[in-house]
T-cell receptor
């Protein structure tokens, strides 16, 4: 079945540091890929997405590129801020079949940014 | 612009008690989902629905039941709560072409 593996946390960075959170996946067909963010005490919000190979999703300074050859969707940001402190989830939605409406999530990576 | 609304936001139950969590969405989405979130486990799908009157089991369905009598509502029931069901529960909805939209969560403690 489908699966998502993302780097274990927690991750602690100083403000303005470079961020990378690794995400790799296993899926049949051509999945869509997502990064969700969860701020403390809140639900998940979509951060960015990519629906086909080589697509780059971007939002709020975050970027991720859909790499089919390496089955990866790593999240990056050039300069993190304290307000980026949150839990980040990588997820996929299978492109076809009976489960094409279901999201499969990674376990989440907690990011803390210190001033 | 409500999106996905969950009630209640917090609840404490005694072992063996029952309760129902309500999820309502105003985006006319076909698909609705219930997830639970536990430390170190990410989000795990409990049950889902692809349309009014239809439901299906997800990854961790045992001890839960669901109903989707109206398109905009998706109810999650616990018939006899157990401490292992202490968790944060999230409802989500989506259309075939959209991402999933999540509610704010329900924090349930079973003592």
């Amino acid at each position: 079945g489908d699966s998502v593996t993302q780097m274990e946390g927690p991750v602690t960075l100083s403000e303005e540091a470079f961020l990378t959170i690794n995400c790799t996946y296993t899926a049949t067909g051509y999945p869509s890929l997502f990064w969700y963010v969860q701020y403390p005490g809140e639900g998940l919000q979509l951060l960015l997405k990519a629906t086909k190979a080589d697509d780059k999703g971007s939002n709020k300074g975050f970027e991720a590129t859909y790499r089919k050859e390496t089955t990866s969707f790593h999240l990056e940001k050039g300069s993190v801020q304290v307000s980026d402190s949150a839990v980040y989830f990588c997820a996929l939605k299978s492109g076809s079949g009976a489960g094409s409406y279901q999201l499969t999530f990674g376990k989440g990576t907690k990011l803390s940014v210190i001033p | 612009n409500a999106g996905v609304t969950q009630t209640p936001k917090f609840r404490v139950l005694k072992t063996g008690q029952s309760m129902t969590l309500l999820c309502a969405q105003d985006m006319n989405h076909e698909y609705m989902y219930w997830y639970r979130q536990d430390p170190g486990m990410g989000l795990r799908l409990i049950h889902y629905s692809v349309g009014e009157g239809t439901t299906a089991k997800g990854e961790v369905p045992d001890g839960y039941n669901v109903s989707r009598l109206k398109k905009q509502n998706f109810l999650l029931g616990l018939e006899s709560a157990a401490p292992s069901q202490t968790s944060v529960y999230f409802c989500a909805s989506s259309s075939p072409s959209s991402e999933a939209f999540f509610g704010q969560g329900t924090r349930l403690t079973v003592v």
